[in-house]
């Protein structure tokens, strides 16, 4: 997996609102964009995490 660092631009008030929700969610600014766009990105279907409770292996029925 790659990582891709992109620039945002955003407008006065938007910042504000993302650092105080950053601060609300105990994450850092950049952190907190992130999982905002990962969110959208899911609840959209473009996005799909894995499911955590899937191990790979059938087990016995």
Known sequence: ??????KILLEQPEFEA?????R???RAPDE????ILRQELA???LL???DPNQTGSQ???
């Open 59 to 61: 087990s016995d029925e």
């Open 48 to 50: 799909i995490f894995p």
């Open 32 to 35: 907190q964009a992130r999982y």
């Open 24 to 26: 609300l969610d105990l």
């Open 43 to 45: 609840r959209r279907g």
């Open 1 to 6: 997996m790659s990582i891709v660092k992109i």
């Open 18 to 22: 993302l650092v105080k929700l950053s």
